[in-house]
């Protein structure tokens, strides 16, 4: 048996960092689809697992784990992978994760809202000003991973680690991106 049960949606950021980390750390895991359109994350099966009905979610030998960020950090301390060298660029690591969660990726997944919405791909219908709030504040999360990223290779460390993979899976800077 797997010891790695994903739970999640490829149409779903959050679960492809987890996917990702899973990946480039080797780790084999089983993939179970939650179908959004067919309603299976609001399920009493899936509330068992997701107590706020969202993906993804990680089983670890039948232990639940939420969150990507979180989920992600365990990952990396359960494996050993991508943590950083030393306790500060730990520290450093945690930092960039939790302003990922708080000041990248809502602008950005907003903005992708945004742009479902004008692309009739989803009843989503934004106020112009509001549109263009998410935009400011996603270019300005943005200015600041790549001015951090202009001088150095990775984030934290000399090596890649979490944060950087987190950071550049919300949004791909041109540089993030090419050193992944
Ligand atoms: N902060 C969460 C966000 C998870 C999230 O937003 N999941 C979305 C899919 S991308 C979801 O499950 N949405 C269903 C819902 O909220 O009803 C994480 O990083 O895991």
Redesign the pocket.
């Known amino acids: 048996m797997t010891r790695f049960v994903l739970y999640g ?1 490829p149409h ?4 492809y960092k987890v996917a990702l980390m899973l990946r480039l750390s080797g780790a084999p895991f089983s993939f179970r689809y939650v179908s ?1 359109q067919k309603g299976m ?1 609001r399920t009493p099966e899936f509330s068992a697992l997701s107590r706020w ?4 979610v990680l089983l670890d030998d039948g232990r639940i784990y ?4 979180a989920i992600v950090e365990h990952l990396a301390e359960t494996l050993g992978r991508f943590q950083g060298p030393d306790p500060a660029a730990r520290q450093k690591v945690r930092e960039w994760m939790y302003w990922d ?1 708080d000041a990248l990726f809502p602008p950005v997944f907003n903005c992708y809202g945004v742009q479902l919405g004008q692309r009739g791909l989803l009843p989503i219908d934004v106020e112009p000003a509001i549109a263009t709030y998410h935009r400011q504040r996603a270019e300005t999360a943005l200015s600041v991973l790549d001015s951090h990223l202009a001088h150095r290779d990775y984030l934290c460390a000399t090596g890649p680690t979490i944060a950087d993979r987190s950071a550049t899976v919300t949004s791909p800077s041109p540089k993030s991106a090419r050193s992944m």
């Not at 009905?53 to 993804?56: D, I, N, T, Y």
């Open positions: 949606s779903s950021l959050p679960t959004f994350h009905g969202q993906v993804p939420l969150q990507s960020a969660v």
